[in-house]
């Protein structure tokens, strides 16, 4: 399901008094919120548990919490960039708690469709690029997924995972470099075998 | 073919990111154009830039936003140190413990520590104790039999955080999903 949902626009002071108001006890209005960073949120959380229910359920679990510690939220800070953090750290404990060592081999069968054959040629690059992507080391493929969902600065990333800007910067750039390798060997390979 | 230098990379990245200012990127083009492995790693690059630029926001299931609101007031759930896969180990051990010591209670392995326990025998110095110790009858087999429901005690607590609690959770929040 693609964002096609049109997002709430509110500014940082709109959303400062919102936080007020809802602080002042004004719970309903923390719906506004919710539907302003909830796709942000679930892809977030979806990037890192790779399992939709799971994800959900971690970023619905976020926003609660998120929610209680609503007093602490400190507003020099963006409330988006507070709530990545606490949505980030959510779903690396389910992904922590929920590990999926096994899968069943029928789950992974792929179904044939005739009419998915131009499709699959017009998605084969982007399939090599997940099948690169699953050669990176987890904190360089998350430090990518992040950075390419929308609207996240290099800054935004760094305080979600909790890491120097430094240290993300490098693995941005590291993982993009490793991409285009793998990529070039994977369709170097595919070129061999036609 | 030309090595390309990881500053290089860097560089190429930092152009396609629009982070060189006007007379780096105009060096870079100049180097570009002097340079055909230059200009291959940056096509390279673009590529992946280019398909990594594709992914986009998914949307949760429409009744996110009326699922968090009708919780607001759970307390949020702390994520257990325990996985499901150790909880089964640990759970697993507590059992076979159990089981053994039921086995060696039901042989009667403990029944030669059914001696009462004579404290006057201990050897303490004699400022410490004014009055004469009373013999306490503790039987290693009474002890064996508290450990033995002390330890059913913690398998099904175990039973309940690591195994029963996710998974019930897991299927509600999948039905409240689909």
Redesign the interface.
Known sequence: ?????KRTVITIQEENELIDRILAGE??L??TL??KY??????IA?KIVEN??????A???A???A??YLKSFNRQAKFSTWLYRIVFN?AI??K????H?FQDIEENTVEYHEQADSQLEKDD??IF?SQAMDRLNEADRLS??LY???ELSLEEVAETMGQNLNTIKVRV?RA??R???E??RILKQEALTL | MEKITQKQDDRLLDYLDGKLSGAEAAMLKNQLEQSGSLNQRLEELRQVHALLAKSTLVEPSKDFTQFVMNNLDKVPARASTLSPRNGFILLCGILVATGITILLLATGSFDVLGNPIQLESLKLPKEIITPSLPSVSITGKTMMKILVILNIGLAFLVLDRTVLKPYFGRKHHSQSFS
């Not at chain 1, 922590?96 to 590990?99: F, I, L, S, T, V």
């Open positions: 399901m693609e964002s096609s949902v719970r309903q923390y719906a919710v539907n909830k796709s942000y949120a679930f892809t979806l939709k229910p799971e994800a959900e359920e970023a619905q679990d926003f609660i919490k929610f209680h959510t404990s389910y922590r708690k929920n590990r060592p690059k982007q690029l990518i997924q390419y969902i929308k750039h993009r470099q991409l285009a390798d990529l070039k």
